[in-house]
């Protein structure tokens, strides 16, 4: 394909994405009334909690990495529930598929 019919097709199609509106979706800032509630809870244990998972149960699942646990919270009753890995796993990362059963990713320790 020469250069040119490929500038052609490539310049409109970059144009197109620079007038799309960008992450708005077409709603100008300031344009609507927003309204709502957040809610924080402190983890059981606060050794570098992170990388939280929404579950399909309506639960929070979170790693614990320098504790070598997960944990997980219950949004009905609005309560951690934790459990322990082998010593050493440092998880950081989780998925949680649709049957609400989580797995994680760890670095070993070297």
């Avoid at 990362?93 to 989580?102: E, F, H, I, K, N």
């Amino acid at each position: 394909m020469p250069i040119r019919a490929l500038f052609a097709i490539v310049l409109p199609l970059a144009s197109a994405a620079v007038f799309a509106g960008g992450s708005n979706y077409g709603v100008a800032p300031g344009t609507r009334e927003f309204s709502g509630k957040v809610s924080e809870w402190a983890v059981p244990t606060p050794k570098f909690a992170r990388d939280p998972a929404p579950g399909p149960d309506g639960n929070i699942y979170i790693t614990v990495m320098y504790a070598d646990r997960i944990a997980r919270f219950d949004t009905r009753t609005q309560k951690f529930n934790e459990w322990n890995l082998p010593e050493g796993t440092r998880p950081h990362g989780l998925l949680v598929d649709p049957r609400a059963r989580s797995g994680i990713r760890a670095t070993a320790r070297a």
